[in-house]
Every structure is written in structure tokens, then in C-alpha cells.
């Protein structure tokens, strides 16, 4: 299908026909002294990731509908020519929606969310044949794939979060997808015994306000036993594996990472995964769990070698390495949690570095150019808290909505991208600002880092509603 873009003066970006975006303006936006900030694409969808070809092309991921706090839209596959301007359609996805890219020997490889199950698609880009090499990843919940990405070693990585929010499936959680998917679930990367602690909540499948219990790793409305053992599997949830371009040889480094949405490389070949917090709300509710990057130790070792992966804590443990029923994590809102898993596997933390809670971090890329400066530190795209739907705490509601440089061997960090004033531009009127950064990569030339903005999305303490039409490029350039 054609797409039709247009190029437009600065005047013209101060009056856009999308109301709930009417201004987008780089005057607005801060960057560092010695870059300059500019706008690129207006009128994106709902995009969710991006990676660059080796000759400068930009392939974005408009990410569809596969929530319904979103309005129907295709689930779109772009390609920017970063010279020229020009924007064209790859493909698009039928049965669920992209959410990370990445580019290799005329292909690209895509994850996608939707339905029951997760699945990874190579697009050939001579035939624009599509083929799924890896399917059947538990899905049909609340998080998402990551970014698919090239190893040193040329195999590919990529992760997969969990099915509910913080370890049992709950109606909160299934905002999202109860209704299509009532047998989702999360699946454990290895065998684990339950302590039989069970959730009360609501049951919303039922025509009066029943209650009902539900354990972990259960499609909801199902109890857990004291003793129970649970059966890992290669394909479980909180997951991330590696595997041949083809999708053979896969195999599982890790599980227990709540939401590995970004997944990158630094120029040592060390693989980091972002990953985000627990809710402070519903039955089993967790306050004060920072947000952190994880460093993914088994990514070093031989292909086929790893025979027990790595756990980071879900669905029992806090970033910091803290149980989640520990007195510094009751919430302010919903349900104090309990332990589920009795014989817990070791945790693979500390973490490589940690952030306030509610941040939400997304996709992040490593800089290798002396050129753009800063060269061997992590960018990380902060999209921005669903306070008060996630939270109650006040102090939550202008976290995040920025891009930020982090040193990791140091923990010294800046925002390098972020608004004039605090939150999103839409809580602003008259602003042009950012709303929510979900991506940044580096072009392949190193002089430029391109920013991924979500767009404008209301957050209620009961709801949240994303706008199309809403999403926005940047690109930040050293002067």
C-alpha cells in the first residue's frame, strides 16, 4: 500500500490536523549543548520500535491495535530512506503487532506481539516473502517481545515478557486480553514448586461480581496447591533466547525478566536487557520496585552450552534483589503481595543499573562513534509512568518521557532528550515538545541519534487511551 507523506515548513508542524497533537516543535525540546534537536515524521501510529539497515534506511514499526486502548489500525511495517525522506511500505501484520526490528543480509527479522502466542518473522526484502521462524512463545497478556538483535557471534537474540503484570493473571492485568485469551498464562523457564498462595479478585467473565482465586503460572479464575510443581519449558514467558537466523537451535539464557522490552549490545559484546517494575495496584500489589537494566551473563557462553538459564527475580523478586512481600514494598494501593514460588532458583542480579520506579524503559542502543560523542554508553528511551493508573504515588507522575545517556561502568547519568517543562508536551498546551520516547537508535554514520515517539496517551486512575496519528520521529545531531 502507498503511503503518502508530504513535507511541511516548521509553520506548518504548529498546525497539524491531529488535534490531540496540533503542535510538534524543536524549540520546545532540550538536548545537551553542541547538539541540535529537529523533527523528522509526524503522523505515525502507535509505533513501537525501529532499527536501520546498513545504508542508512530506517524501518518503523507502527505497533496496530492489539490493545483495546487503542482505536483500530493497520499493523504497519515502514521503511524511511534517511537521505531522501521518502517513506514506503514494507508489509503488514495480520495477527498481531510489531514490536522490535532488526536488519541482516537483505532481511529483516521482526517480533510480534498478539493472540496466544508471540512469534519472530523474517522479511525477505527482494521478494518481500514473509516467513515466522519462531513460534509459539506464551503471549495473549500484558507484555511484550523485544527487540530482535545480532549477536557478535551473527545469532539472534530476543526476549519475551510476562503474561501478567506481577505473577498471577488478574483482571487488572487483563484489560488487555481476557476476554480473547482466557487461557493465557505465565510458563516458568525451569521446574518450579509453588507455595500454594493463591489471589482473590473480581471475576469479570461472570454476568454478577463473583469472586474467584487464582494461582501463579494459571490462566486466571484457576488455584494453585501447596507443593505443586510447575514444568519449565524452552518456550516460557519472562524469557530470552538466542537462535540461528533460520530459528534453529534455539535456546534459553534466561527467564524471570518481568518486560525485556530493549535488548542491546555494547561494542564488547555484552548483551543488556531493559526491564520494568511491578504495579502498585490491584491483589497483589508492589510499591517501590525499581526499574533496571540487566546484564545477560549466558549471552557469553558457547551456543547449546547453557543447560540452566539464568532467573532475575519474576514474578517473586524486586529489581534490587528484594522479596516482593518485603515491609519496604507494601503498597499504598491494592493487596500486599505473598511468595509463590518455595524453592526460588538463585537470582542472577545486581543489576547493571537502576532507576526510579515508573519510568518505563523501552528500547535503548549503545553509541560506537567518537563522531556523535559519548562513545560505550547506553541511550535509553524512557517512555513515561501510567500514573495514577499504576501508582498512586504523586512523585511518579512526570518519571520517565525523556531519552537518557547512562555510563553503566559508573552509574553517571543525564537526560539527554527531554522536554523544557516536566512530562509529557500534551500537559502542557501550547507545547510542541515529546510525549513518549519508545526507541532510539543510532544511524549507521554515527553522527546522528534518531528518537521513536510513541505519542499522546491520557492516563486516568481507572484507564489509559493511546491517539493515533500521534507519533513522531526526531533526530538529535552533533553540531
Known amino acids: ?68 486502548t487503542r482505536p483500530y489500525m493497520p499493523a504497519r511495517i515502514l521503511r524511511l530512506d534517511t537521505a531522501s525522506g521518502g517513506v514506503s511500505e514494507v508489509g503488514v501484520e495480520v495477527l498481531g503487532g510489531p514490536r522490535g526490528v532488526s536488519y541482516r543480509d537483505g532481511a529483516i ?40 538483535m545480532f549477536g557478535p557471534d551473527g545469532l539472534l537474540y530476543f526476549g519475551n515478557g510476562s503474561v501478567s503484570q506481577n505473577g498471577v493473571s488478574l483482571p487488572q492485568g487483563f484489560t488487555v486480553d481476557l476476554a480473547k485469551h482466557p487461557e493465557a498464562c505465565d510458563v516458568p523457564g525451569q521446574d518450579v514448586t509453588l507455595t500454594g498462595n493463591n489471589v482473590w479478585s473480581r471475576n469479570p467473565t461472570t454476568p454478577f461480581p463473583f469472586l474467584t482465586e487464582t494461582g501463579p503460572f494459571k490462566p486466571f479464575g484457576q488455584r494453585a496447591q501447596k507443593g505443586e510443581v510447575i514444568r519449565g519449558r524452552l518456550k ?10 533460520d530459528g534453529s537451535g534455539l535456546e534459553l539464557l534466561a527467564w524471570g525478566l518481568r518486560n525485556p522490552y530493549g535488548l542491546a549490545f555494547s561494542e564488547a559484546g555484552e548483551l543488556y536487557a531493559t526491564d520494568n517494575d511491578y504495579e502498585e495496584k490491584g491483589e497483589r500489589a508492589i510499591a517501590e520496585d525499581p526499574d533496571r537494566i540487566w546484564h545477560i551473563r549466558n549471552a557469553k557462553s558457547a551456543h547449546g552450552s547453557v543447560r540452566t538459564p539464568d532467573w532475575y527475580g519474576f514474578p517473586d523478586l524486586c529489581g534490587d534483589g528484594v522479596p516482593a512481600w ?67 504515588d504523586p512523585a511518579a507522575l512526570d518519571r520517565g518521557f525523556c531519552v537518557k545517556r547512562i555510563d553503566l561502568a559508573t552509574g553517571e547519568n543525564e537526560p539527554f532528550v527531554r522536554n523544557r517543562q516536566p512530562g509529557p508536551a500534551s500537559h502542557h498546551p501550547g507545547s510542541g515538545g515529546i510525549e513518549r520516547p519508545v526507541d532510539c537508535k543510532f544511524h549507521p554514520d554515527g553522527r546522528s541519534l534518531y528518537v521513536l515517539d510513541f505519542g499522546v496517551t491520557v492516563v486516568a486512575p481507572t484507564h489509559v487511551v493511546a491517539y493515533a496519528r500521534t507519533g513522531a520521529l526526531w533526530r ?3 553540531l
Open 236 to 245: 516460557c514467558s519472562s524469557g530470552l533466547w538466542r537462535c540461528h537466523p
Open 476 to 478: 538529535v545531531t552533533k
Open 326 to 392: 518485603d515491609e519496604t514494598r507494601r503498597p499504598r494501593k491494592g493487596k500486599p503481595a505473598e511468595p509463590l514460588i518455595a524453592d526460588r532458583p538463585a537470582w542472577a542480579g545486581p543489576a547493571a543499573f537502576l532507576e526510579k520506579p515508573h519510568t518505563c524503559e523501552c528500547h535503548m542502543d549503545f553509541c560506537r562513534s567518537d563522531a556523535f560523542g559519548h562513545r560505550g554508553h547506553v541511550f535509553l528511551s524512557q517512555f513515561g509512568t501510567y500514573a495514577p493508573l499504576n501508582t498512586p
Open 109 to 148: 527479522y521482526v517480533t510480534v506481539k498478539g493472540g496466544y502466542h508471540a512469534h519472530v518473522d523474517k522479511y525477505d526484502l527482494k521478494t518481500n516473502a514473509r516467513t515466522t521462524i519462531v513460534d509459539g512463545l506464551p503471549s495473549g497478556g500484558w507484555h511484550e517481545p523485544s527487540d530482535p
Open 1 to 68: 500500500m502507498a503511503v503518502i507523506a508530504t513535507r511541511t515548513t516548521r509553520e506548518g508542524l504548529r498546525k497539524l490536523p491531529t488535534t490531540a497533537r496540533p503542535i510538534l516543535d524543536a524549540a520546545d525540546v532540550l538536548v545537551p549543548e553542541g547538539y541540535a534537536v529537529e523533527p523528522v515524521l509526524a503522523g505515525l501510529s502507535f509505533p513501537c520500535g525501529m532499527g536501520f539497515a546498513d545504508d542508512g534506511s530506517l524501518f518503523l514499526l507502527e505497533g496496530g491495535s492489539t490493545w483495546p
